[in-house]
């Protein structure tokens, strides 16, 4: 199993920034994806999850408006995108996968600078 | 949606054994028999050690259990080992699809 995602990202304030996951070796629709992120120094934070088999997304009360999940089950690969970026996103950006929450593989991390 | 809450630090010396707590409600780690533990080493991402209150994943040594009373979730590493210094987070499933997060615990081994 692996959780594959995108680059660091170097966005300007009010930009919007789109960071992808990709997933190998298992069904990808058997698990949501989860995004969690962490600021320099910070502890992890739950953003919200999108459900493979119909794209349905649950997003944590705090970034309901500017944060958008979604999938491509062609591609086997989950999106998060952040809009309206300010200083405090700057962060390491995670997938993982799970159920109900947050499991047993995650991503590499993305770093998105905002600045 | 509080985060759950986790002392700052917790320290032992090798082959002591040291628990770290997580508090919530019934709302969310009381409620529900899906508490997590996670270990973070610095520039990484963090890894599984316990879920489902008790459970522990393949690969994760027997020294790490979990447990919970009440509202209180705890994380017990015995033996301590230099390479269980890092940070470690609990999580909860809170209801309505969501997830919460403590605010981490740093643990140093003397």
């Known amino acids: 199993v692996q959780l594959v995602q995108s680059g660091a990202e170097l966005k300007k304030p009010g930009a919007s920034v789109k960071v992808s996951c990709k997933a190998s070796g298992y069904i990808f629709t058997n698990y949501a994806m989860h995004w969690v992120r962490q600021a320099p120094g910070q502890g992890l934070e739950w953003m919200g999850w999108v459900n493979p088999v119909n794209g349905n997304r649950i997003l944590s009360q705090r970034f309901q408006g500017r944060v958008t999940i979604t999938r491509d089950t062609s591609a086997n690969t989950a999106y998060l995108e952040l809009s309206s970026l300010r200083s405090e996103d700057t962060a390491v950006y995670y997938c993982?996968?799970?159920?109900?929450?947050?499991?047993?593989?995650w991503g590499q991390g993305t770093l998105v600078t905002v600045s | 949606q509080s985060a759950l809450t986790q002392p700052p630090s917790a320290s032992g010396s090798p082959g002591q054994s040291v628990t770290i707590s997580c508090t919530g409600s019934?709302?969310?780690?009381?409620?529900?028999?899906?508490v997590s533990w996670f270990q973070q080493h610095p520039g990484k991402a963090p890894k599984l050690m316990i879920y489902?209150?008790?459970k522990r994943p393949s690969g994760v040594p027997d020294r790490f259990s979990g447990s919970r009373s009440g509202n209180t979730a705890s994380l017990t590493v015995s033996g301590l080992q230099a390479e269980d210094e890092a940070d470690y987070y609990c999580s909860s499933y809170a209801g309505s699809n969501i997830v919460l997060f403590g605010g981490g615990t740093k643990l140093t081994v003397l």
């Open positions: 019934s709302s969310d780690l009381g409620g529900y028999d899906y």
């Open positions: 489902e209150v008790t």
């Open positions: 993982a996968r799970g159920k109900d929450m947050p499991s047993d593989y």
